[in-house]
């Protein structure tokens, strides 16, 4: 039972001074009140009874002294008794006055009484109580979480804690840790089970997209009711026709949860594990001007208008609507559910009820890891926006969580509709609308989102979300030079949704391209905050406490006898891929992810993200064939085995790997004599023909092929070495 509002701080008026006997006192002193003699106060703590009678042992001085046990245990109350002269017969005539429940003490429910803010109830509270040491106006009389409760019952009608952007309870069930900004849940619609891995699924061969599930329509009906329930009854995704567009198959496709951008990282993106650093990193703070952290932390919340849930007809019910969400509240999913679906039941058009049965679907399929349950939620979260009399502030966190939860089940399409109808019914919300641009980022048309975002800033030009994510857009349409202030001055913003490692990445990747040496001072920055494990190592998808270094020998690695085989038979991997060159039936694809500054670069793949290419390998037969001796690389769902043709006049841009869970191997095949190298980290190495080196691609590398005629060369992705067996077979594919 909650402690009633009017005991907050009631312990102030009714404690007596340390020499004023017992005040509003002990009921032992009777009417005495101030005339007790100090003598007559140690009887009445040793021997005095509960109604005023003075006696020997009797049942009233036991139950005083079980009191006395209850608060502070038997052994605390011993010496506090003949040490520190505490009465308690005043403790307990004060918790009277404090208007204490009996039954709670004896349940040990005392931390709603702590008076100095410690936690229990100790001897300090037991003096705050009674005036002998003053409370700090810094202590509260009871915890949040039941004053809270307290206030809402006495509040003329329901409101909940809204979170950040005002969405209610977007946080998950109440009582369950909630995973954070990078830990997602990965799912497919043919299964009903949720996996949580290390962050989700990725695919690097495109360069600046954000994750593609499926095609948004160009042409968008009037009538967004009508697209979305088509689209919710059918789970048929558009086909992605657009050639610069990897499709990934249904159980690669990574997700987002709780409303944070997924952005697809491509070979150079990059977070990582090691602790390298460059010299004139101290300088950073001096030159870059962008909010620490802390200074972030300290910036005073500005406190956010609690929203409007109750209509006029949910006032009336409000008592019912109260008891089903605090079984919500305090973790009790199933009770809730089944509360909140009678008063659906009993009242279909209320609004609230409708909503809070939502939250508690959303609820439940967390807890159950249920992604049938979670559609039922998006439906009934549909349901509570469409009913009349709904209040605007429902309406839009109803549609706003039904968007993050379809986006979480890779419902794009879905989400994107969900976006575009809170845009119409609130069209000034520039938040819905940044909302509504990371949805036509998700479904890959980046023509739609820069639009959106250039809407945004016309009204809003210091938004910097809209900022950062219109940079990352002009940088993707390789407008380098465009991209670097809304890059820059987004992130210098602090603003939430800003302080993220690709933007960091990509402003550094840009003021790389066009010669602009700050570059390394924005990398220094971002792994300052936490981004980056290292200026030269920058993945984005990791397993951290991995043994970092730019270079490898093959004994390092384990991979001994990987190394040994491919050395070997080079000659028979090279005349494969030369054979496959000459028959000109355009199996190698230029690369696409706009590394090269220049020159010509192609790739044939026999094998990604774990699977091997059958039609590929019917053009290196034996190549494959001994390959799969080896499972090490041809199991690595996190790399890639593939030939790489690369012809003079080629500068590959530096850039980085999406992981920090696979080394690369480059095999010789064919190698013109000078001309032709590659840097990682602060390394330079030439490649040998027949021989192998062996780098971690998650560092920061740069190829240069200046020779007259081609360079070959064999790549094989293989597991980090240190990533146990569970690991490997667990880890989402890249």
């Known amino acids: 039972m909650a402690p009633r509002k009017n005991a907050k701080g009631g312990g102030g008026n009714s404690s007596s001074s340390g020499g004023s006997g017992s005040g509003s006192g002990s009921p032992s002193t009777g009417s005495s009140g101030s005339s007790s003699s100090p003598g007559t106060r140690r009887e009445a703590k040793h021997g005095g009874h509960k109604n005023g009678r003075r006696g020997g042992i009797s049942g009233g001085s036991f139950f005083t002294w079980f009191m006395v046990i209850a608060l502070l245990g038997v052994w605390t109350s011993v010496a506090v008794v003949w040490f520190d002269l505490v009465d308690y017969e ?6 009277k006055d404090f208007r204490y429940n009996l039954t709670e003490i004896l349940q040990g429910k005392l931390g709603v009484y702590d008076a100095d803010g410690d936690g229990d109830f100790d001897v300090d509270d037991a003096k705050v109580l009674l005036g002998l040491k003053e409370r700090s106006t810094s202590e509260r009389t009871f915890p949040p979480e039941e004053e809270e409760e307290e206030e809402a019952e006495t509040q003329p ?70 697209m979305m329930n088509e689209q919710e009854n059918s789970d048929h995704s558009e086909a992605v026709t657009d050639a610069d567009v990897l499709q990934p198959h249904a159980e690669e496709v990574r997700h987002q949860d709780y409303g944070e951008p997924v952005y697809e990282p491509s070979e150079n993106e990059g977070i990582e ?63 809730a559910v089944n509360a909140f679906e009678e008063l659906v039941r009993k009242y279909p058009q209320s609004p609230r009820a409708r909503y809070g049965k939502a939250q508690c679907e959303d609820d439940l399929a967390e807890k159950r890891r249920s992604n049938e349950v979670l559609r039922r939620a998006i439906e009934t979260y549909q349901e509570a926006a469409d009913l009349p009399d709904a209040p605007t502030d429902l309406v839009k966190l109803s549609l706003k969580r039904r968007s993050e939860r379809q986006q979480f089940l890779g419902h794009m399409r879905g989400s ?4 575009q109808r809170l845009v119409q019914l609130f069209p000034s919300d520039t938040t819905l609308k940044n909302d509504l ?21 016309s009204v809003t030009p210091n938004d910097g979300f809209a900022k950062v994510h219109y940079g990352f857009i002009l940088k993707a349409q390789n407008k380098i030079a465009e991209s670097i202030p809304y890059l820059k001055e987004g992130i210098e913003s602090g603003e939430p949704g800003t302080d993220d490692g690709r933007f960091y990445f990509h402003l550094g990747d840009a003021m790389q391209r066009v010669g602009n040496k700050e570059a390394y ?13 290292s200026v030269w190592q920058r993945s984005l998808y990791n397993v951290n406490g991995l043994k970092a270094q730019p270079w490898w020998t093959p004994r390092e690695t ?21 054979m496959v060159m000459d028959k000109a039936k355009g199996l190698f694809l230029p690369e696409d992810e706009n590394l090269r500054e220049k020159g010509d670069w192609s790739q044939f793949t026999l094998w990604q993200q774990g699977r091997k290419n059958e039609k590929a390998c019917k053009g290196a037969p034996k190549t494959c064939t001994f390959l799969e001796k080896f499972p090490e690389t041809t199991g690595c769902r996190r790399g890639q085995i593939k030939y790489s043709i690369m012809h003079p006049g080629t500068h590959v841009w530096p850039h980085t790997g999406p992981t920090n869970c696979r080394l690369r191997m480059h095999l010789g095949l064919v190698i013109p004599k000078e001309g032709c190298k590659i840097r990682c980290a602060n390394e330079t190495r ?30 094989v992705d293989v597991w980090h070495p240190e990533l146990t067996p569970q690991q490997r077979r667990s880890l989402p594919a890249i």
């Open 157 to 226: 009608e329901l409101e909940e804690q809204a979170p950040e952007g005002a969405d209610l309870e977007a946080d998950g069930p109440a009582g369950e840790p909630q995973p954070e900004v990078e830990d997602f849940l990965t799912v497919t619609d043919s299964d009903d089970r949720f996996e949580a891995p290390e962050p989700g699924a990725v695919h690097e061969e495109i360069e600046d997209s954000y994750h593609i599930e499926e095609t948004a329509s160009q042409n968008h009906p009037n009538d967004v009711d009508e």
């Open 416 to 419: 994107l509709l969900t976006l």
């Open 521 to 533: 001072k924005w990398y220094e920055l971002g792994h300052k905050r936490g981004h980056f494990a």
């Open 558 to 578: 384990g991979y001994t006898e990987l190394v040994k085989s491919l050395e070997r038979n080079w000659k028979l991997i090279r005349d494969e891929g030369l």
């Open 686 to 715: 030439m490649w040998e023909e027949g021989k192998v080196l062996i780098f971690d691609d998650s560092f920061e590398h740069e190829v240069w092929q200046d020779a007259s005629s081609f360079r070959l060369i064999f790549i």
């Open 273 to 335: 594990i090691s602790d390298n650093s460059i010299d004139d990193s101290s300088i950073i703070s001096e030159e870059i001007n962008v909010a620490s952290v802390e200074e972030q932390q300290d910036t005073p919340p500005v406190k956010k208008k609690k929203p409007k849930l109750l209509n006029k007809f949910d006032k009336t019910i409000k008592v019912e609507l109260d008891a089903a969400e605090k079984l919500r509240k305090r973790g009790k999913i199933e009770e």
């Open 437 to 457: 641009g990371v949805g036509y980022l998700l479904m890959g048309d980046n023509d739609s989102a820069k639009k959106v975002y250039e809407e945004v800033l």
């Open 90 to 95: 005043e403790v307990l005539a004060k918790a």
